[in-house]
């Protein structure tokens, strides 16, 4: 069973340019996640989709942040304009109906 | 506000003793807790939960244990191998075990030595 894919792994761009992530779950899985690791925390919810639904999206910053999941299969997170204090790795998870989440690999963002 | 707090950064143990991890938390609603294990430059992977109607949870080397009266888990990893080398974190729920998000705690550094 292939896992959560993310890309890029890594991205460096400086303060101000806009960012976009990827993420395609386990096929099958109907709840997707995007979380934000900074260094030395433990992952933060972004946003989650049930579907193509938005479940829960209090903890994204919306004047910059965005994410979509439109087929209800893959989704993109986007960061417009990036500020210094959005260096970290975001993390997209899927998980079934079990409340076991499975994690890509994460994109590591470095904003200069 | 740390809904779930993991108050040991690090701890190193010596390979073939147990490990024990701890993690506290303060919401009530929580009822669903997880622990996850990560290495550098990967995401986290699924390692054991267990349910708030258990106080117990065995797998392998691997035991959860929860006390809901004192809001506090630990695992425990015996014998501790040279591989359990990682980040460990907890994580926490309130949807009854269904497909909410996760609240994590900080994580601890373990440190197996040979």
């Known amino acids: 069973e292939a896992g959560v894919a993310q890309s890029p792994r890594y991205k460096i761009i400086e303060k101000r340019q806009s960012v976009a992530f990827w993420c395609n779950p386990i096929s099958g899985h109907a709840t997707l996640y995007w979380y934000q690791q900074i260094l030395g925390q433990g992952p933060k919810l972004l946003i989650q989709?049930?579907?193509?639904?938005?479940?829960?999206d209090s903890q994204l910053p919306k004047d910059r942040f965005s994410a979509e999941r439109l087929k209800g299969v893959d989704s993109t997170l986007k960061i417009q304009p990036a500020k210094l204090e959005d260096s970290a790795v975001y993390l997209c998870?899927?998980?079934?109906?079990?409340?076991?989440?499975?994690f890509g690999s994460g994109t590591q963002l470095s904003v200069l | 506000d740390q809904q779930v707090k993991q108050n040991s950064p690090s701890l190193s143990v010596q390979e073939g003793r147990i490990s024990i991890l701890n993690c506290d938390y303060t919401n009530s609603m929580f009822d669903y807790f997880l622990w996850y294990k990560k290495y550098p430059a990967e995401g986290p992977t699924f390692l054991i939960s267990i349910s708030s109607i258990k106080d117990k949870n065995e797998d392998g080397r691997f035991t959860v244990f929860l006390n809901k009266s004192a809001k506090h888990l630990s695992l425990h990893i015996v014998p501790s191998q040279p591989g359990d080398s990682a980040v460990y974190f907890c994580?926490?729920?309130?949807?009854?075990?269904?497909?909410?998000?996760?609240?994590f705690g900080k994580g601890t550094h373990l440190i197996i030595q040979p």
């Open positions: 989709f049930q579907n193509n639904g938005v479940v829960d």
């Open positions: 994580a926490a729920s309130g949807g009854g075990g269904g497909a909410d998000g996760l609240t």
């Open positions: 998870a899927s998980s079934s109906y079990d409340g076991k989440l499975f």
